[in-house]
Each structure stands twice: as C-alpha cells, then as structure tokens.
C-alpha cells in the first residue's frame, strides 16, 4: 500500500506559479497511474490531470490544458504537477492520488479510478 504527502501549495497572485509535488512512500510509485483533483468548497472533487505508470502518456481537463503540467520521477517516487497562468477559479484543495491498474498505458481520467489519497494542499489564487 502506498502514502502520498502533497507539498507546495499557497497562496498566489492570478498570473502566477506553483509547483505541487506528491511523494510517496511504501511502495515504488512505478506501479500506479497517478493524478491530480482537486475540490473547491461546494463542489465535488474532479480529476484535473494524470499520468500513466512510466510518464509517457497524460490527460488534463479541458479547463487546464496548456496552463498546467503533470510529470513525474519514479526513481524519487514524486509526482509534480506544474500549475502556470494561474486562475482564481483554480483555487481549490489539491489532491495527489494513486491508481494500482496493471496496465502501462492507462491514464485515469476520473476519480472513481483511484484508490489511495493523500490529505490535500490549499491552493488560492488572488484576482
């Protein structure tokens, strides 16, 4: 079973920059598909970004395409998602999560694929 901490989060201007990572421990990261969510208060939490077991192939939501990055280091057992060009409808609680799909290729799209979680990190952009 894997842990997952997110790091990074804060308080920005619109405009800006943050950079979150997820570290995991426990288990090598190499064995799950990872993605990010996030929940603003009053909402559901919906998948913004996600990553396939060895990097290769990625999915975004339409409403962040272009302006954030997901990548990851399996060696550092770390997952990053580069948030550009910030919004103040991007703020939220970010959340890292994992996928233990057997299939290398596969890219969660949705929530409902993920099983382990981490406790979230606040992310707030100003307007």
């Known amino acids: 079973q894997v842990q997952l901490v997110e790091s990074g989060g804060g308080l920005v201007q619109a405009g800006g920059s943050l950079r979150l990572s997820c570290a995991a421990s426990g288990r090598s990261l190499s064995y799950y598909a990872m993605g990010w969510a996030r929940q603003a208060p009053g909402k559901e939490r919906d998948s913004v970004a996600g990553?396939?077991?060895?990097?290769?192939?990625?999915h975004y939501v339409e409403s962040v395409k272009g302006r954030f990055t997901i990548y990851r280091d399996n060696a550092k057992n770390t997952v990053y998602l580069q948030m550009d060009t910030l919004k103040p409808e991007d703020t939220a609680v970010y959340y890292c999560?994992?996928?233990?799909?057997?299939?290398?290729?596969?890219?969660?799209?949705?929530?409902?694929?993920?099983?382990?979680w981490g406790q979230g990190t606040q992310v707030t952009v100003s307007s």
């Open positions: 990553i396939s077991r060895m990097g290769d192939r990625t």
């Open positions: 999560a994992a996928d233990p799909t057997s299939n290398i290729w596969s890219v969660p799209a949705v929530v409902r694929y993920y099983d382990y």
